[in-house]
């Protein structure tokens, strides 16, 4: 199962704006963030791994 989404834009101010009241729908919010890059998380308990699980990376950019 994938637990990401990744979108490019041109805009990235706009579309942050944007996906920040979408995503705010579902309890979403602002997890990271650094220049032309966003990522949203429900729960910030959802990125840390179960025990004896592979090491994963979580992402998504606007």
Known sequence: MKGYITQGTNDIDRAAAFYDAVLAEIG???????????????????????????PRQWAMAA
């Open 28 to 54: 979403a919010r602002r997890y990271m963030e650094s220049e032309g890059f966003v990522a949203w998380v429900v729960s910030p308990k959802l990125l840390s791994k179960p025990p004896m699980a592979k």
